[in-house]
């Protein structure tokens, strides 16, 4: 996504965005000729071009921010074409049932609704979603931009125990109407105590 976001906001000479899709998101767009073998060459279709199916995603998307757009074709080219199916035939292979959370109206809507700053704040994309699982998952899963000085690696060599996260207890704060009255009688046995501080003074005695 964000490589895709900087060639809409420096945009290149006779920038065309289907194009600027398929560098950004598709590796070695402009190699699979050279990449796939002739059997399979033979039986794609090439009427088609790669461009008009991005075209029509980005036609199709309900909302008219660059930043929604692009999930949104994301969501259908990328995930209900390419991951969606993948995840459905691995399942089946394996006789399993499985959800998509992801892929339902309601988190699609969602998705669409949240601002921008809850999807990419500067170079980190998915906000809110690393925010929720940071109570669950260790950094080093969700922050791939983490190395460890062992050996330079993404991720922590070994296994570090969060104890607050993982032991930690919520406990219930009190009142605040209950702390003031626990201040008011502290201060109402100040004046006893320094009168008593004094008379043991006086008399040269000790608490």
Request: proline share 5%; net charge neutral.
């Amino acid at each position: 996504m964000k490589p895709m976001i900087m060639r809409e906001l420096y945009p290149e000479k006779n920038y065309c965005r289907e194009q600027g899709y398929l560098a950004s998101f598709h590796k070695f767009v402009d190699e699979w000729s050279a990449l796939i073998s002739s059997k399979l060459g033979q039986q794609l279709d090439r009427s088609v071009g790669l461009e008009s199916p991005i075209q029509q995603a980005f036609a199709s998307s309900p909302s008219s921010d660059f930043f929604n757009q692009l999930r949104w074709v994301d969501l259908q080219l990328k995930g209900l074409q390419h991951i969606l199916p993948r995840i459905e035939a691995m399942a089946k292979a394996q006789h399993l049932h499985l959800q998509h959370p992801f892929f339902q109206a309601n988190m699609i809507e969602l998705g669409i609704d949240l601002p921008n700053h809850l999807k990419l704040s500067g170079a980190t994309d998915k906000v809110l979603l690393k925010m929720l699982a940071r109570s669950h998952l260790p950094d080093a899963v969700i922050d791939t931009t983490y190395t460890d000085s062992k050996d330079g690696q993404v991720g922590v060599v070994g296994y570090e125990i969060n104890f607050n996260r993982y032991f930690y207890v919520f406990e219930q704060p009190r009142h605040p109407n209950e702390i003031m009255a626990e201040i008011n009688a502290l201060n109402s046995a100040v004046p006893k105590l320094e009168a008593l501080e004094w008379y043991n003074e006086k008399n040269n005695k000790k608490f």
